[in-house]
């Protein structure tokens, strides 16, 4: 094991920087093999007597250095592996640092890099410190001015954060561009951009009548698959102006796209950077998930113009405060611009699936932690997901009102300041006689709660006591756990299906909000005539588990009668997962299976005016979901029970199902939400299908052949690549396969899924085709794009193969993240990740996935990944 782990760092350390920044000049020299880079830092000492000024550098090559224009000699400096200390002999200063870097060689996609061809820079969270010496922490501010210069043919576009000043010719083969950005900002929100585009413009009038020119820059022959981020950016710029009355404030607002990234995108002042599958789209080449994936990102990183630039953090354990509240309204837009409904379920499937299983293991953290090693490692479900619930379940507490005046009130606080968690809650608590002190524990306790309830009806007082408890395990270095306010919205139905309004606290109302504040607490209903069943946390109000203490037969009659779609998905989700669960034992589950089937017939029945909320009727919770309820939890036997289940369902349905799949797109590709909900419903009928063996293996092959957008083609492909116990499939999806190839052999993006697909397989030959796809040449190390979508669909989408009995999934992995681990920490960091949950495994695989962690323990890799092989490898606490 390696020793040799540099101490976490504390937010009980933070201390403020001593000194200001009052504007920063930079002027870049682009080469490909040797960037000059000359910054210019105007400043002042701001408190104390510090004579040492600390900046951060990393694999950075100085050349000069000097203040108020007089060269700083050697021994009044002294350069480390992490930065310079310079013994500043005035209190107010010019210091101009000329520093030599290699972007060409940078392939940790951290700091100023090259892809394809291009120069492009990713800042957050510490990458600037890569570009140039600087004070690299968020919370100090400060105005840029960018001049970049470069061999004009090969690099026509020269962008930079804020407003374009001025560029023209330097003789005949370079030019240069100068830009300036008004708004003070930390280094993270630092961008450049130099190469050949083709770019699609636009333009947006903001509320106060500004006309704000924009473009998306991407690769040549691209332009027109840009026109949806396009349109996602303009209806983002406009929401939030209704919504959250936040107006875009520069003269312009560019977005470049670049094939190499470790995100999604980046939210740099005034000139996004984004992952180009979140980007570009057509009907042929991406999906309706890629579509709605943009929209929601461009929202993003759109909104982050103000919950994160504006107002920024004032060191990174706050990451949150940008975070959690930019997800939050990214999700908020998502459910305004499509279904509300369908959008709630999607988000707390994901939620589910990565966010509770991140607290239910050795990597689970508060959402804003108090101690981290590595910083990269903290972009995290818990960080984003749980941050935006606890802005959804604040507003839920203090109600509408009150939510919007206190973010009104942070806005005017905290505009052009760097903020803490602190000063966003007491914005809100100067808005609300709600106290939210308790509140506030949400942030630093990690874990989820799990919350069960019981109900007494008294038929004489016409009273139903409903007694709920909250526990929360402990986690990682939280042993103790207090009770958190937990707010559950809460209807009473009659066991005939009618929602019945009844008084709580003296409110009559056929839904009430409750707030659980203690470990266990009582709430009495005055006029319940009849015994109830209680549905609880409706809508998920809360992000907690429940033990909702009802039997089938209550959760049936929830399901069937609910108007509520979001309650009704859940009643039915939580029949299944309990069925599931139960269907790995041996006890004869068949008449909970039909009696399962019919309830979901009905519902489904009773949705199909809404195709996209009736293809959530049809899934079935995945493995993922189920192992967190399974103790020493077999992947397989869970796999089997489901397929069993989806088998069934496929049956029982069949016929509607197959005049589902009938039932084809005509016409112009259509990206709007019901489109793609009928394109959804689709894939659903043809997943359960496949589960039927062979037996619609020529209609789903048909299906691949005739399918027009690239979502029924995938849904055909998957279909394909897990039909079990038939051999026509086999060759059908070969067949197939190759086809698409050929169709796509030059599109990475659509290639990515090509890889995927066969990661997700089921196929008996898993092993040898992964090891011949990470042989092809077009398997590129260096891509996160095609890593992840090898690597990363197997871990986490494929349960069966990954958590093989043998251990061989956990090998594969291996392997290819001692490969990547040189090239791209942040990314190696990412795959280890993946055995987060390796605890929660029958002990056969736990002794495999030690055996992987061990070899990985030793391999000495790089800090990010050692803090995550650390943390997974440690004592659990509990
Ligand atoms: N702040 C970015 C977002 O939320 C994500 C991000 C953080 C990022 N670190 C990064 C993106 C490193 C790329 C590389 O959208
Ligand atoms: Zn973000």
């Not at 606290?505 to 009582?522: A, K, V």
């Not at 397989?761 to 095609?786: I, Y």
Request: net charge negative.
């Amino acid at each position: 094991m390696r020793t040799d782990t540099s101490p976490p760092v504390r937010l009980s350390n933070y201390r403020p920087y001593p000194f200001v920044i009052e504007h920063v000049q930079l002027d870049f020299l682009l080469e490909a093999n040797k960037t000059r880079v000359i910054n210019k830092m105007t400043g002042k000492r701001s408190y104390g007597e510090h004579a040492l000024m600390k900046l951060d550098g990393e694999d950075l090559k100085l050349v000069s250095i000097a203040i108020n224009g007089l060269a700083v000699p050697e021994d009044q400096y002294e350069i480390t592996e992490e930065g310079i200390s310079i013994q500043m002999p005035v209190d107010e200063f010019i210091l101009e640092i000329e520093t030599e870097i290699s972007p060409e060689t940078n392939t940790q996609l951290s700091g100023l890099y090259m892809s394809g061809g291009r120069f492009c820079t990713q800042c957050e969270a510490e990458g600037f410190r890569r570009i140039t010496y600087y004070p690299d922490r968020p919370d100090v501010l400060a105005p840029f001015d960018v001049r970049i210069e470069a061999n004009k043919a090969a690099y026509p576009f020269l962008l930079s954060n804020g407003n374009p000043v001025r560029q023209g010719n330097i003789g005949t083969e370079r030019h240069f561009a100068e830009w300036s950005d008004p708004h003070p900002k930390p280094s993270y929100l630092f961008a450049l951009v130099a190469g050949d585009f083709d770019v699609y413009n636009d333009s947006f009038t903001t509320i106060s009548g500004k006309e704000t020119p924009l473009s998306i820059y991407v690769d040549k022959g691209d332009s027109q698959r840009a026109a949806y981020a396009m349109d996602a950016l303009k209806r983002s710029m406009s929401w939030d102006e209704d919504v959250f009355g936040r107006e875009y404030d520069l003269d312009v607002f560019n977005i470049v796209a670049v094939r190499d990234f470790n995100f999604g995108a980046m939210e740099n002042k005034g000139l996004n950077i984004f992952n180009s599958a979140y980007v570009l789209a057509d009907g042929q080449t991406a999906t309706d998930t890629d579509f709605e994936a943009i929209e929601s990102i461009v929202a993003h990183e759109y909104f982050h113009n103000w919950t994160g630039n504006r107002i920024t953090c004032r060191d990174w354990f706050q990451l949150c405060l940008k975070e959690g509240l930019t997800v939050y309204r990214d999700q908020e837009f998502s459910a305004d611009m499509r279904s509300r409904a369908v959008t709630r379920i999607k988000d707390v499937i994901r939620l589910r699936a990565r966010q509770f299983a991140e607290d239910a293991g050795p990597l689970a953290h508060s959402v804003r932690p108090d101690e981290y090693a590595r910083i990269d490692n903290l972009y995290t479900a818990t960080v984003y997901e749980k941050g935006a619930e606890l802005i959804r379940l604040l507003r839920t507490i203090i109600g509408d009102t009150a939510f919007f005046a206190g973010l009104n009130r942070y806005f005017d606080t905290y505009d052009g300041q760097a903020a803490t968690i602190e000063d966003f809650l007491n914005s809100m608590q100067l808005s609300t006689s709600e106290d939210l002190r308790e509140f506030a524990r949400w942030y630093s306790q990690s874990g989820t709660p799990v919350v069960s309830a019981t109900g007494t009806h008294d038929t004489i007082a016409r009273t139903y006591t409903l007694s709920l408890k909250q526990k929360t395990e402990p986690t990682p270095g939280q042993t103790d756990k207090k009770p958190l306010p937990i707010a559950l919205r809460t209807a009473l139905f009659s066991n005939k299906g009618k929602r019945l309004t009844t008084k709580l606290n003296g409110n009559s109302d056929d839904e009430h909000l409750i707030i659980l504040r203690d470990t266990q607490q009582d709430f009495v209903f005055t006029d319940v005539s009849s015994e109830p069943i209680h549905s609880l946390n409706r809508g998920f109000s809360s992000p907690i588990r429940l033990e909702d203490g009802l039997n089938d037969a209550n959760r049936s009659a929830l399901a069937a009668a609910d108007n509520d779609p979001f309650a009704q998905w859940e009643g039915l989700q939580t029949l299944a997962r309990n069925l599931l669960l139960d269907m790995v034992g041996e006890e004869d589950q068949t008449d909970r299976l039909n009696a399962f089937i019919d309830a979901i017939d009905e519902a489904f029945t009773a949705a199909i005016d809404d195709p996209a909320y009736a293809a959530l009727i049809l899934r079935m919770p995945t493995v993922g979901e189920l192992i967190l309820d399974q103790a020493e939890a077999n992947p397989s036997s869970l796999h089997t029970a489901r397929l069993k289940l989806k088998r069934a369902i496929a049956r029982h349905m069949e016929s509607s199902l197959v005049a589902t799949i009938q039932h084809s797109e005509t016409g112009a590709f259509d990206p709007s939400a019901e489109a793609a909900g009928r394109r959804a419903l689709k894939a659903t009928a043809i997943d359960l299908l496949s589960r039927l063996h062979d037996e619609h293996s020529d209609r789903i092959s048909s299906s691949f052949h005739s399918a027009t957008t690239m979502t029924e083609k995938l849904a055909a492909l998957n279909a394909l690549a897990n039909i079990e116990g038939g051999s026509q499939s086999g060759e059908y999806f070969d067949a197939a396969l190759t086809e698409f190839e050929e169709e796509w052999a030059e599109a990475p993006l659509v290639m990515d899924k090509w890889y995927s697909v066969q990661a997700m397989s089921v196929r008996q030959d898993l092993r040898a085709r992964l090891q011949r796809l990470c042989a092809r040449p077009d398997f590129d190390l260096k891509n996160p794009n095609r890593v992840r979508a090898l690597a990363g669909a197997f871990a986490m989408n494929n349960p069966v193969a990954f958590h093989a009995p043998d251990g061989w999934g956990y090998e594969f992995l291996t392997d290819l993240i001692l490969k990547v681990d040189d090239l791209n920490p942040a990314l190696s960091a990412r795959l280890v990740t993946s055995f987060e949950s390796w605890r929660r495994f029958s002990a056969d695989r736990q002794i495999h996935a030690e055996k992987q962690l061990r070899r990985l323990d030793d391999a000495n890799l790089s800090k990010n990944a050692q803090d995550i092989i650390t943390r997974a490898l440690a004592l659990s606490s509990n």
